[in-house]
């Protein structure tokens, strides 16, 4: 791959990326990643994005699949799923360095009313590919806009634009473009998943998600796995239990107020739950990441 994108990508995530590796950019949905050694396992239900590695490596599981991927590899993730990924690829001498996109459902939308049919893709949420020459150009681009401001209003609507057209033109565009329709069982299901992002700490009944997605109960309970890989109550559990263990871990709230504060009425169901999904209870966690932290310091 063309050094140029990891030099744009360097020179900004040096300068703006905060204590989590993270780098916004003015540009909706673009964000620059840095982080300069191996990165604990992060939790996460990601919106449906485009990853490109430009210098490091990353590793991500999404239920019984693994992938591991590096410079000149981009992740797409079409659907709103559980994944957990860790760089295992990083040190100050050569930090790991990506570049990741929100895709847009709008400009999907709006682009495949213009482009011919695309073959039918496979429905795997979760792919890794090499990274296509014509949407690396359209982020360099995209980077370069950040040195000049006065460019963002008028010229970046262009450039986000053609950088989904080169992926929806791309090997995966079958699956990028149901983001876009309308009416697919992916849009209609993540229109439920926009309530339970919003409304997680609170009790949804299924029947309300179903009207929300347009569908029967039964059907929605279907489709809603096929498409997310959980059913969902337990989409919902794993928003609760992710978010608690941020407020603890980033925030310092103690146990049983984080338990309250996404949902749970029991503390006791919270701690099970949540050594399940994490691996030890959320107070042997929360002390083993402040020795870790002492440990470094």
């Known amino acids: 791959m063309d050094t140029s994108l990891l030099d744009a990508v360097r020179h900004h995530a040096d300068v703006h990326a905060g ?5 916004r950019t003015p540009i909706t949905g673009l964000t620059a990643i840095r982080a300069t050694a191996r990165t604990e396992l992060s939790y996460q239900i990601p919106r449906p994005l485009v990853c490109l590695v430009l210098q490091g490596a990353k590793h991500v599981t999404m239920g019984q699949q693994s992938f591991t991927f590096r410079a000149g590899d981009s992740l797409l993730i079409t659907a709103d799923v559980p994944t957990v990924s860790q760089i295992v690829e990083a040190s100050l001498a050569a930090p790991y360095y990506s570049l990741v996109m929100d895709l847009d459902p709008a400009v ?19 792919k890794i590919e090499t990274t296509d020459s014509h949407v690396a150009d359209a982020a360099l681009r995209l980077m370069r806009l950040l040195e000049r401001p006065a460019s963002l209003p008028v010229l970046q609507g262009s450039l986000v634009r053609e950088f989904h057209y080169w992926l929806l033109a791309g090997r995966h565009g079958a699956a990028i473009r149901r983001l876009g329709l309308p009416d697919s069982r ?38 809603f796995r096929a498409v997310t890989s959980l059913s969902p109550l337990q989409f919902q559990k794993q928003l609760r239990l992710i978010e608690a263990r941020r407020l603890m871990l980033a925030d310092g709230v103690n146990a049983s107020n984080a338990a309250f504060t996404v949902g749970y009425e029991s503390v006791q169901q919270f701690t099970r ?9 959320p107070v042997r966690e929360v002390a ?4 870790r932290m002492h440990a470094a310091a």
């Open 186 to 223: 992916v849009r209609r299901i993540a229109r439920a998943v926009a309530l339970l992002r919003a409304e997680y700490a609170q009790r949804l009944p299924v029947e309300r998600l179903a009207a929300v997605a347009g569908m029967s109960p039964s059907a929605f309970h279907q489709h």
């Open 273 to 281: 739950e949540y050594g399940r999904m994490f691996g030890m209870p």
């Open 288 to 291: 083993a990441a402040y020795s």
């Open 19 to 23: 204590a989590d590796g993270a780098a």
């Open 108 to 126: 999907i939308a709006e682009l495949a009313t213009e482009m011919a049919a695309i073959a039918q893709g496979d429905d795997t949420p979760v």
